[in-house]
């Protein structure tokens, strides 16, 4: 059973830090396209961040210069570590990865930020 389980999410004042964390089980993680998106109620799901097998990676305009997104093969973790954080970074923060290779998408549930003084 493939998991996908999000941590590092929480509260902190504008202009702070946080690292995101996912860990995949149950498949070969470094075959998968890892991602990062956010949600808002109201508003359409949002890709963040995308890192591929290889490594490259892409951002979503509002973010580019302040989220990193990285992965640890070994680990079989993904990361996105947010500098510089706006009152508008607030969403839930999900985890997704895709192998469009097999046609398999997977999903964590989500871990909250909330970006607040």
């Known amino acids: 059973q493939v998991q996908l389980v999000e941590s590092g999410g929480g509260l902190v004042e504008p202009g702070g830090s946080l690292r995101l964390s996912c860990a995949m089980s149950g498949t070969i993680f470094s075959t998968y396209a890892m991602n990062w998106y956010r949600q808002t109620p109201g508003k359409q799901r949002e890709l963040v961040a995308s890192i591929s097998p290889s490594g490259n990676t892409n951002y979503a305009d509002s973010v580019k210069g302040r989220f990193t997104i990285s992965r640890d093969n070994a680990k079989n973790t993904v990361y996105l570590k947010m500098n510089s954080l706006k009152p508008e970074d607030t969403a839930v923060y999900l985890c997704?990865?895709?192998?469009?290779?097999?046609?398999?998408?997977?999903w964590g549930q989500g871990t909250q930020v909330t970006v607040s003084s």
């Open positions: 997704n990865a895709t192998s469009s290779y097999l046609g398999t998408q997977f």
